[in-house]
Structures are given as C-alpha cells and as structure tokens.
Antibody, heavy 120, light 110 residues
Framework: QVQLVESGGGVVQPGRSLRLSCSASEFTFSAYGMHWVRQAPGKRLEWVAVMSHDGSNKYYADSVKGRFTISRDNSKNTVYLQMNSLRTEDTAVYYC?????????????WGQGTTVTVSS | QTVVTQEPSFSVSPGGTVTLTCGLSSDSVSTSYYPSWYQQTPGQPPRTLIYSTNTRSSGVPDRFSGSILGNKAALTITGAQADDESDYYCVLYVGSGKWMFGGGTKLTVL
C-alpha cells in the first residue's frame, strides 16, 4: 500500500523559509510524478507544484512561483518543497500527492499532510 | 482570471441520487481538462474518487460516477449513504502543466 509521509511543517515568521519533505514507500517512486497541494484553514484545496518522475519538468501555481521550489531525490524516495519568502497567506496544511503514471490523470494518493503556520 | 466553479452546498436524501457539477468561468469543460473528483471529510486528507472524467479510482464503489454534462464535469452519487456526507472537490488541468481546484461542494445527506 502506497505510503506518503510529510514532515517539516511548523510555525515560521513572515519572510522566513521552510523546507517540507515527503517520504514515499511501497511503490516505485522514480516512476511517478509528485505534487504538492495545500489547504488553508476552512478553504479550498489549492494545487501548488508538481515535478515529473525524473525531475526534468516542474510546474508551479502562480501564487508560489519564484518563492517555492519543488525537488526530489529518487535515491531517497523523497520529494521536497522549499518555501522561501513565506507570507501569512501561505498558512495551510500541505499535502504530498502521488501522481498517476500518465500526467494528465492528475493526483492519485494523498499523504496525511503537514501544517505550516506563518505568523509573527 | 480562470475560476473553477462548484455548487457551495447540496443536500440529498438517503438512498437518493445527486449530481454535483464543476464548471469553468472562461470555457466549457471537456474531457481535455481531465477532470478529477475528490472526497474530503473534516480533518482528513482528500480521497481520490474519479480521474480523467469518468475513471473510478481503486476501491471506489460504482455508486460514484463521473461524466461531462453539457458544459460542465459532473459527479453523480447514486444510492446516497450517510457516510457520503463530505466535501467534494473537482480539479481541472488548465494547461502549461497547471491544475486548478474548484471551491468544493459541501454535501449533506438528510
């Protein structure tokens, strides 16, 4: 059974940085694209970023482009989200999500999420 | 600014059928937008129900079905059960590698 475990969330001041990690197991990690999706308290889901299986392609939501960087280490079965210049509006639960083999099928299996709070 | 639209709320009687929709402010939704549907209960991560318009994810009962109805994507739940009471989100592929979620529909079963 696919397992995705996020970590790295916490409380951080505006303007600071945080790196989230997502450790994957029970599937061939290097074959799949990986997404990050977030959900602010009481709000809708918001797609944040995606990286292709080999890291050759990555895409970002306009709201985070230039501030967030997605990366992966296939030798460690881990995907990361480096978040810089954090804003209060980045406060959310961040989910790591396994993509389908075919990119356009979107998001498949979801992790439990890690909470990021940006506050002074 | 593209917006993905969903009904904010809907109610259905136990055993009844309900259809939730997912629209686009700037275009008609077609299979080219690869609509997916997710179910979320409070405090839990979403669960994938449908992808690529009408393909059920593994383990999803056939009470849940996806389609295109008119100019929108649709999620139909037949034989609604109490534990179907959840938030339902759609997501569309909007091009350039990007995805966009709708605002979600809060479904009440009563």
């Amino acid at each position: 059974q696919v397992q995705l475990v996020e970590s790295g969330g916490g409380v951080v001041q505006p303007g600071r940085s945080l790196r989230l990690s997502c450790s994957a197991s029970e599937f061939t990690f290097s074959a799949y694209g990986m997404h990050w999706v977030r959900q602010a308290p009481g709000k809708r889901l918001e797609w944040v970023a995606v990286m292709s299986h080999d890291g050759s392609n990555k895409y970002y939501a306009d709201s985070v482009k230039g501030r967030f960087t997605i990366s992966r280490d296939n030798s460690k079965n881990t995907v990361y989200l480096q978040m810089n210049s954090l804003r209060t509006e980045d406060t959310a639960v961040y989910y790591c999500v396994l993509g389908h083999l075919y990119y356009y099928y979107g998001m498949d299996v979801w992790g439990q999420g890690t909470t990021v709070t940006v506050s002074s | 600014q593209t917006v993905v639209t969903q009904e904010p709320s809907f109610s259905v009687s136990p055993g009844g059928t309900v259809t939730l929709t997912c629209g686009l402010s700037s275009d008609s939704v077609s299979t080219s937008y690869y609509p997916s549907w997710y179910q979320q209960t409070p405090g839990q991560p979403p669960r994938t129900l449908i992808y690529s318009t009408n393909t059920r994810s593994s383990g999803v009962p056939d009470r849940f079905s996806g389609s295109i109805l008119g100019n929108k994507a649709a999620l139909t739940i037949t034989g609604a059960q109490a534990d179907d009471e959840s938030d339902y989100y759609c997501v569309l592929y909007v091009g350039s590698g990007k995805w966009m979620f709708g605002g979600g529909t809060k479904l009440t079963v009563l």
